[in-house]
Nanobody
Framework: QVDLVQSGGGLVRPGGSLRLSCTAS????????VAWYRQTPGQEREMVAT?????????ADSVQGRFTFSRDHALNTMFLYLRMENVKPEDTGVYFC???????????WGQGTQVTVSS
């Protein structure tokens, strides 16, 4: 079992910066790929950034060059970070971290955190 707990988020002005965190605990050794998604009302959850088991990252075109996905490890814990810079109103949404595992059919989501970009 893997638990994902998110922190960060809130209200930020356009052009500002923000960092989201996601702490994975439990059986983190089964985690394969990780990602950040965001969702706005009435829309499906969309991928923002992904990271493979080999730390290769990809970003949605809309955030490329502004967001940075990073990861760190400690004993039985994995820390995921999404650094958001030069944010725009269209970055507003609920952000979720996600972990895919080596166990077929098993993946995990964080509880979500609201990011609002507004002046």
């Amino acid at each position: 079992q893997v638990d994902l707990v998110q922190s960060g988020g809130g209200l930020v002005r356009p052009g500002g910066s923000l960092r989201l965190s996601c702490t994975a605990s439990g059986n983190v050794y089964i985690i394969k790929d990780v990602a950040w998604y965001r969702q706005t009302p009435g829309q499906e959850r969309e991928m923002v950034a992904t990271m493979t088991r080999w730390n290769a990252t990809t970003y949605a075109d809309s955030v490329q060059g502004r967001f940075t996905f990073s990861r760190d490890h400690a004993l039985n814990t994995m820390f995921l970070y999404l650094r958001m810079e030069n944010v725009k109103p269209e970055d507003t949404g609920v952000y979720f971290c996600h972990a895919d595992t080596y166990v077929v059919g098993q993946d995990h989501w964080g509880q979500g955190t609201q990011v609002t970009v507004s002046s």
